[in-house]
């Protein structure tokens, strides 16, 4: 079985700082994990995905993610956060299908 | 890049109606899409895999006969709450995989907010 938890559902962070939400994923086979966006009233948009090549992956909007196997995580990072990044983040994990198990969500707030 | 639509965006119906909620992809053959709901600051949990020319797959627990899909064509599928009842008011949202390959992540649709009155 998998499963993912992201801890924190609010983060809250100031214009230009650093943006850290955390991910981290349980699977008894290699996964294949996601970050995606919500805007409100909208559906998901896909940040990044990591699928077994490079740890580091680069997204759109300036983020970025590392997949850390020792760790089990997939933390979402962005130098500098912006008024726009305000919205729900999601991460989710899947084992190769397209059942996707998705974590609770972290609600990012950017403080002006 | 890939698209897929979803139609309405905002639907109000009062209970007892039946309401259908429509999933495109505009610029791909989608031979499977998802159905996912979201109550208020929740997470996405799967309803459903709509497989085109045949019966969906329903998740457990998942009233297959309340939440009737249909995927009639390689870019359309379609959600019809049933009878619905104000527990049924949520935000729908589907998804599709625009490419084969599991490592192709899936897009979703902008969602439909349903409200039963």
């Known amino acids: 079985a998998q499963s993912v938890t992201q801890l924190g559902s609010h983060v809250s962070v100031s214009e230009g700082a650093l943006v850290l939400l955390r991910c981290n994923y349980s699977?008894?086979?290699?996964?294949?994990l996601f970050w995606y966006v919500q805007y409100p009233n909208q559906g998901l948009q896909l940040l990044l995905k990591y699928t077994s090549a490079a740890t580091l992956v680069k997204g759109i909007n300036g983020f970025e993610a590392e997949f850390k196997k020792s760790e089990t995580s997939f933390h979402l990072t962005k130098p500098s956060a912006h008024m726009s990044d305000a919205a729900e983040y999601f991460c989710?994990?899947?084992?190769?299908?397209?059942?996707?198990?998705f974590g609770t969500g972290t609600r990012l707030k950017v403080l002006a | 890049g890939a698209v897929v639509s979803q139609h309405p965006s905002w639907v109000i119906c009062k209970s007892g109606t039946s309401v259908k909620i429509e999933c495109r992809s505009l610029d791909f053959q989608a031979t499977t899409m998802f159905w996912y709901r979201q109550f208020p600051k929740q997470s996405l949990m799967l309803m459903a895999t709509?497989?085109?020319?045949?019966?969906?797959?329903?998740e457990q627990g998942v009233e297959k006969d309340k939440f009737l899909i249909n995927h009639a064509s390689l870019t359309l599928s379609t959600l019809t709450v049933t009878s619905a009842h104000p527990e049924d008011s949520s935000f729908y949202i589907c998804?599709?995989?625009?490419?084969?390959?599991?490592?192709?992540?899936?897009?979703f649709g902008n969602g439909t907010r349903l409200t039963v009155t």
């Open positions: 989710a994990v899947t084992s190769g299908t397209y059942k996707y198990i």
């Open positions: 699977s008894s086979v290699p996964p294949y």
């Open positions: 709509s497989n085109e020319g045949s019966k969906a797959t329903y």
């Open positions: 998804s599709a995989p625009p490419l084969i390959g599991s490592d192709s992540p899936l897009h």
